[in-house]
């Protein structure tokens, strides 16, 4: 069965440092991996995927993702936050199930930004 | 022009009510879905529509019955409601030639009193 750990609950960064938020996946095959962003009251909005080719995408907002798979990983990276970066981040894995397209998601993590 | 339009957007009922969320999308899509987030903010997905059929069922209790009537919506009646149905419920889209990238609507989020 497929899942994701995200082991970070919640991360402070000063605005203007550099983010990485944690995820490992477990999935038996060539994973889909995607971020999604929630702000508060929000619904999710993709920030970036991967589904194969180079290990480093790019996504919107300024935000990268690196996929290891020795190491079943793929963190988001952003070099400098911004405060409107403060907001609830969710790794997903996706995979078919019957047919069917099935997104994991992890538990999230909560990135505050202090001003 | 929204992409994926939930309504409404909060819903507030006694228990043992009946209530429907209804989820619309303008982007094409042949694949639907009805995520469920907790108070923990653990998201888990509950059904699936391709093409007005049902392809994934997540063992959710039989007091949900999505409804597709055409490709563009998916809706979700739940009768009976119980406290433990207090979430936020995301509806999703996705082509499922490409390679599963969803995009969600807002959210409903229910408050079962």
């Known amino acids: 069965a497929q899942s994701v750990t995200q082991p970070d609950i919640h991360i402070t960064v000063s605005e203007g440092a550099s983010l990485e938020l944690r995820c490992n996946y477990s999935y038996g095959a060539t994973p889909y991996l995607f971020w999604y962003v929630q702000s508060p009251g929000q619904g999710l909005q993709l920030l970036l995927k991967?589904?194969?080719?180079?290990?480093l995408v790019q996504g919107i907002k300024g935000f990268e993702a690196e996929f290891k798979r020795s190491q079943s990983s793929f963190n988001l990276r952003k070099p400098s936050v911004h405060w409107s970066d403060a907001a609830e981040y969710f790794c997903?894995?996706?995979?078919?199930?019957?047919?069917?397209?099935?997104?994991?998601f992890g538990t999230g993590t909560q990135l505050k930004v202090e001003l | 022009d929204t992409a994926v339009s939930q309504t409404p957007k909060y819903l507030v009922t006694q228990m043992g009510n009946d209530k429907s969320i209804k989820c619309e999308q303008n982007l094409g899509h042949d694949t639907m879905y009805w995520y469920k987030q907790d108070s923990k903010k653990f998201l888990k997905i509950m059904f699936s529509y391709n093409n007005k059929e049902l392809i994934i069922n997540e063992t959710v209790p039989n007091r949900f019955s999505p409804k597709s009537p055409d490709k563009a919506h998916l809706n979700l009646h739940i009768n009976s409601l119980e406290l433990g149905d207090s979430a936020v419920y995301f509806c999703?889209?996705?082509?499922?030639?490409?390679?599963?990238?969803?995009?969600f609507g807002p959210g409903t989020r229910l408050l079962v009193l």
């Open positions: 999703a889209s996705s082509q499922m030639d490409t390679l599963q990238t969803q995009y």
């Open positions: 997903a894995v996706g995979g078919f199930t019957g047919g069917g397209n099935k997104l994991t």
């Open positions: 991967y589904f194969s080719g180079d290990t």
